[in-house]
C-alpha cells in the first residue's frame, strides 16, 4: 500500500488529506489525524475525491483551433504572438488571468514573466471575486495584508461573529471546529449576521437577519456603542493605533445608537441591543467574515468598520481574539503572498511604491518592471472587449462562468485576437472559446505548496503519473518564457527550485518591515521540501511558525500602528424598483464548488442539490405564481436564467438565493453570472455578487421530462441540467412547446436517427405520456421518460440502479417502460448525507421506526453527520 500525504484542493481550509493506493491503482483518501487545519475530518467534498481523478474530458494534448500540436508547435506559437501583439500595441496589450486553483509556485512564474520580463502588471486573479476586498482591509488597517488569527482561536474565543459566512456549507470543517468548541465550553456564544438564515445559524445563540448591504452600519452602530460604553482599550488604542477620532466621528454620524442601527438594518432593537451587550461584556472575540462582506460595491469599507471593533477594544493578537476572513480558495493567500493580483507585487511589496519596484527588479535581475498597477478582473475583460488588451492567458479558472455580466465576457473572449487557456478539462465554457488549448496538472499529479485562511503554507504532492501530454503550469509558463527569450531568469526544473527562489525573495532587504517572511527556507533543500510540515508564516530562522500576529502590538504600518478607518456607510449600487423588485443574492451550495468541473461527475456530490435552484421565501412565491419544485424565469436588463424553485422561510422576504456553480456544461440557461451587474469596489475592484435587482416569474411549461443516458449530451430543449448518476448520466427536462412527434424527439436525442438501434418506446396520446429506451445489445443505454405533468413521471432511482446491470434481467425490462420494479424495494429519497449516502425517505423511516430524538442518535443508527457534519443542520430539521 502506497501512502501519500497531500493536501485538500478545494476551499481555503486547507485540510490534510491522506492518499492510500493499493497495487491495482485504486485510491482511497482519508483525513490527516494530523495536519492542524482539519485534525482528522474532511468534508463531503475531500471525502469523494477519488470520485473526481479520471475526468471523462481530460484534456491531453496541445491543441490550436482544435487540432492536435506539439508542445513546441503550441509553445513558441503562443511566445511568437504575444511578442507580435507587444511589439506593435505595448506590452499592456496582453494579460494573464490566474487561479486561486493554482499552486504557489506556478502563481509565482506567472507573476515574474508578466511583471518582471513582459514589463505589464495585466496579471490578475480570480481571487479578484473572492478575497481582494479583505486584501485592501487588511493594508489600510494592519499596512500589509496579514489575517492575525489561527483556527485554534476559534477553540478558544468566548464569542464567535460569523458575518456574511455560511460557514457550515462552505468551510464545514471549521464549522465542526466550533460544533466542537460550543459542546466542550458551553459559555462560547455564536452569532450569525446574514440576510439569509444559513445552515450556520443552527449553531447560533442568536442570528440577525440584517438588510441586505447593510453591515458596515451594523458595525458602524457597534464601534459608536462600545465608545459611548467605556469599551475601550485605551492604552492600546493609544500606543498602537491611530485615526480613532475620526472612525468614531464618522460611526457615530452614521449609526449613533441601538435604536437608529436597528432601523436601517430593518432588526428588532432587542436583537441589536443584545449582540450589541455580548460583543462590549466578552473580552475573547473572534469575528469571522467572508463572502457576504467583500462581494460588495463598498467590501472594504465593511472590513474595516469590523477591524475598527476589534481595534477599539484591543481585542486583536491575543488567544481567541481577532478578526478572522475565511479564504475562499485553496491557495488565494498563496497568490496574494506572489503578487497574483494586478495591484501587487511578488512578496507583499506594493506596485505603487518605486523602491519596491526596484527591489523586486534587483532581485529578478529583469530587464522591466511594471511601473503601476494592472487591470482588475472586470476591467480585463472589459478593456478586451473595446480591443485594448488582444491577447489573455487564462490558467485554471473559467472566467465565462464566475465573473459578473458574463455575456460580456463571453463577448471580450470572442473579440480578444489570442484566447489561451491552461486546463486540466477540455470543455469548459471558458475553453471552448479558447484558440490554444494546454493541457495542465490537477490534483494529484502536480507538485507544490499552498497557503490556507490561518497563513499555513501545507505540500501537495503527486500521487498519480502525468496523464497524456499534460505539465504542470510553472512548467508550460517557463517553457514560453525561455522561447520568448528569457531562459536565463528562467532555468526552472522542479518547484522545489521555484520555492527557494519566493523564499528568498520574501527575505530580500526585508528588515523586518515586512511581516511576509519566508526567509528560514531560502536555502531548503529537495528534501527538506519535500518533508516540509504545514508551517503559518512568518517563519522564524529556527524554522518555527507564527500561530498568531500583532502580539506586541506593532504593525506593518509606517508608523507602525494600526489604522482605524473612517467609514462612510454606502448601500448597494442595484436598487429594488417596481420593475426589478427582488435583491438576488448569489453563493456556495454544500456539495459543489466553483463550476462543477470536478465536483459535477461525482454521483455522491450531485445527489444531494441535483438542479440549479432559486431559494425564495413562501409568500413571495405565493404572490408571483410560482410553485415548489416547478420552475422560474429570474431576469433584468442584463439576461435570464431557468432554475428550480424552492421555497424556505429562511430566505428573507423581497430576496432570491441562487447558487453560483451551473455552466452552460451543466444546464442550458441557469449561469447566475449572466444576471449580475459589473459592479466593483472602487478600491478592491471586487464585483458585487451578492446584490442584483431581478424580477421572477413562473416558467410555463407544457411538459416535463427526464432522460438517462451512459452518454453525456446536450438535449435541445428549454431547460435541461445534467446530473451525474452511478454508471449514467441523468437530466432532468422542460419546454415551453410540445412535440407532435415524441418518437422522431427520441430518436433525434438518443440514437442520431440510427434505425438499427434496438428500441422500445410507449405512447399514452390521452395522457400525453411518452417513455422510450434504447439497448445495445442486452444493455440498457439510455431511457426516457415525457409527461404533461411533473407529477406523472417516476422515480428516477431505480431506473438509475438498472445502469449498473451488464444486461438487463427479464423482471427488469418489463418494468421498464413502467419505470417501478415488479417487486418494490427501499427508496432512499433525496441524499441528505453524501459522505455516507444516507438519503431522506431513510432518515425519516428510521426516525419514526426507532424513535430517533438527536443528531447524534442518527448518526449512530445511520452513519449519517459523523463525518463533515455538515448535514447535521438537514439532520435537526428532520428531527424537527
Request: with cysteine.
Amino acid at each position: 500500500m502506497k501512502t501519500t500525504r497531500t493536501t485538500c484542493p478545494y476551499c481555503g481550509v486547507g485540510c490534510g488529506i491522506i492518499v492510500e493506493q493499493d497495487a491495482r491503482g485504486t485510491v482511497k483518501v482519508r483525513p490527516d489525524q494530523e495536519h492542524p487545519a482539519n485534525l482528522g475530518r474532511l468534508c463531503s467534498k475531500g471525502t469523494a475525491l477519488a470520485e473526481t481523478l479520471d475526468h471523462p474530458q481530460r484534456l491531453l494534448h496541445p491543441e490550436i483551433n482544435g487540432q492536435r500540436v506539439t508542445w513546441e508547435t503550441a509553445t513558441s506559437t503562443i511566445a511568437t504572438r504575444f511578442q507580435q501583439i507587444i511589439t506593435e500595441h505595448g506590452a499592456d496589450a496582453v494579460a494573464f488571468y490566474v487561479s486561486g486553483q493554482l499552486l504557489t509556485e506556478d502563481y509565482y512564474v506567472a507573476n515574474k514573466l508578466m511583471k518582471g520580463f513582459i514589463g505589464s502588471a495585466n496579471i490578475d486573479t480570480n481571487s479578484r471575486l473572492c478575497m481582494s476586498s479583505a486584501v485592501a482591509a487588511h493594508k489600510r488597517a494592519f499596512g500589509e495584508d496579514l489575517v492575525p488569527c489561527s483556527y485554534e482561536d476559534l477553540e478558544q474565543a468566548e464569542l464567535i461573529v460569523l458575518v456574511g459566512s455560511n460557514t457550515a456549507w462552505c468551510h464545514p470543517v471549521l464549522y465542526q471546529r466550533m460544533v466542537k468548541a460550543k459542546k466542550a465550553n458551553p459559555a462560547l456564544k455564536v452569532v450569525t449576521i446574514d440576510p439569509r438564515r444559513t445552515q450556520t445559524a443552527d449553531l447560533a445563540d442568536l442570528h440577525l437577519g440584517l438588510a441586505p448591504g447593510t453591515d458596515a452600519i451594523l458595525f458602524n452602530g457597534l464601534l459608536a456603542y462600545l465608545a459611548s460604553n467605556g469599551c475601550t482599550a485605551a492604552e492600546f488604542v493609544a500606543e498602537s493605533t491611530s485615526g480613532v477620532e475620526g472612525a468614531l466621528a464618522t460611526a457615530t454620524d452614521s449609526a449613533p445608537n441601538v435604536h437608529s442601527t436597528a432601523g436601517q438594518c430593518n432588526l428588532p432593537v432587542e436583537d441589536v441591543q443584545r449582540f450589541f451587550d455580548l460583543f462590549a461584556a466578552t473580552e475573547k472575540v473572534v469575528t469571522v467574515f467572508s463572502q457576504g462582506i467583500n462581494q460588495s460595491s463598498s467590501g472594504v469599507d465593511k472590513g474595516n468598520a469590523l477591524i475598527n471593533c476589534h481595534l477599539l477594544t484591543g481585542r486583536i493578537g491575543k488567544p481567541g481574539a481577532g478578526p478572522f476572513s475565511f479564504t475562499g480558495q485553496p491557495n488565494a493567500m498563496g497568490g496574494r503572498e506572489v503578487g497574483g493580483l494586478a495591484n501587487q507585487l511578488a512578496a507583499h511589496l506594493d506596485i505603487d511604491n518605486p523602491q519596491h519596484r526596484d527591489l523586486v527588479q534587483r532581485f529578478w535581475q529583469s530587464p522591466v518592471m511594471a511601473q503601476q498597477a494592472g487591470l482588475k478582473a472586470v476591467d480585463l475583460f472589459q478593456a478586451m472587449e473595446a480591443g485594448k488588451v488582444k491577447a489573455v492567458w487564462i490558467m485554471a479558472t473559467n472566467p465565462a462562468v464566475s465573473l459578473p455580466d458574463t455575456d460580456q465576457v463571453r463577448r471580450a473572449l470572442g473579440k480578444c485576437e489570442l484566447v489561451v487557456v491552461s486546463d486540466c478539462v477540455r470543455n469548459t465554457d471558458t475553453a471552448d472559446l479558447a484558440h490554444i488549448r494546454l493541457p495542465a496538472l490537477t490534483w494529484g499529479e502536480r507538485d507544490g505548496t499552498v497557503t490556507n485562511s490561518e497563513r499555513c503554507i501545507s505540500r501537495q504532492h503527486p500521487f498519480l503519473p502525468a496523464p497524456g501530454e499534460a505539465k504542470q503550469d510553472w512548467a508550460i509558463v517557463t517553457a514560453v518564457a525561455g522561447v520568448m527569450g528569457f531562459a536565463e531568469h528562467f532555468p526552472y526544473q522542479s518547484a522545489h527550485e521555484i520555492f527557494r527562489e519566493h523564499a528568498a525573495l520574501s527575505a530580500f532587504e526585508n528588515d523586518g518591515r515586512r511581516c511576509f517572511n519566508l526567509g528560514a527556507w531560502r536555502d531548503i533543500s529537495a528534501q527538506a521540501y519535500a518533508d516540509l510540515q504545514p508551517t503559518q508564516w512568518p517563519v522564524l530562522e529556527s524554522g518555527r511558525g507564527t500561530p498568531r500576529l500583532f502580539t506586541d502590538g506593532k504593525f506593518f504600518t509606517a508608523s507602525g500602528k494600526a489604522q482605524f478607518i473612517a467609514v462612510t456607510p454606502c448601500l448597494p449600487q442595484s436598487v429594488r424598483t417596481p420593475d426589478y423588485p427582488f435583491v438576488m443574492n448569489t453563493g456556495r451550495v454544500r456539495d459543489h464548488w466553483h463550476t462543477l468541473t470536478r465536483t459535477g461527475i461525482s454521483p455522491r456530490l450531485s445527489a444531494h442539490m441535483a438542479e440549479p435552484m432559486v431559494e425564495i421565501h413562501p409568500c413571495d412565491a405565493r404572490d408571483q405564481g410560482l410553485q415548489d419544485g416547478g420552475l422560474a424565469r429570474i431576469h433584468n436588463a442584463l439576461g435570464e436564467i431557468l432554475v428550480r424553485v424552492k421555497t424556505s422561510r429562511d430566505q428573507q422576504r423581497g430576496s432570491l438565493f441562487v447558487p453560483m456553480h451551473w455552466s452552460r456544461q451543466f444546464s442550458s440557461a441557469a449561469g447566475v453570472g449572466r444576471l449580475i451587474p459589473a459592479v466593483v469596489d472602487p478600491i478592491s475592484g471586487q464585483p458585487e455578487a451578492k446584490h442584483a435587482t431581478v424580477v421572477v416569474a413562473p416558467y410555463q411549461t407544457q411538459w416535463h421530462g427526464f432522460l438517462i443516458s451512459r452518454r453525456k449530451i446536450n438535449p435541445a430543449t428549454d431547460y435541461w441540467t445534467a446530473i451525474k448518476a452511478e454508471h449514467a448520466w441523468r437530466y432532468e427536462l422542460a419546454g415551453s412547446e410540445t412535440s407532435d412527434n415524441w418518437a422522431a424527439f427520441a430518436r433525434e436525442l438518443l440514437c442520431q436517427n440510427d434505425c438499427a438501434v434496438n428500441w422500445t418506446e410507449y405512447l399514452d396520446t390521452a395522457r400525453q405520456t411518452y417513455r422510450a429506451a434504447r439497448f445495445t445489445g442486452g444493455q440498457l443505454e439510455s431511457c426516457l421518460f415525457i409527461s404533461a405533468s411533473a407529477a406523472l413521471l417516476p422515480a428516477r432511482e431505480w431506473l438509475i440502479s438498472l445502469f449498473a446491470q451488464e444486461a438487463l434481467q427479464p423482471a427488469d425490462r418489463i418494468g421498464l417502460l413502467a419505470g417501478k420494479p415488479a417487486v418494490a424495494g427501499e427508496d432512499k429519497g433525496r441524499t441528505v448525507c453524501a459522505c455516507f449516502k444516507v438519503g431522506e425517505k431513510t432518515i425519516r423511516k428510521a426516525i419514526a421506526e426507532q424513535g430517533l430524538k438527536t443528531v447524534e442518535d442518527i448518526g449512530r443508527c445511520l452513519n449519517a453527520g459523523t463525518n463533515c457534519g455538515s448535514c447535521a443542520p438537514e439532520l435537526k430539521s428532520l428531527l424537527a
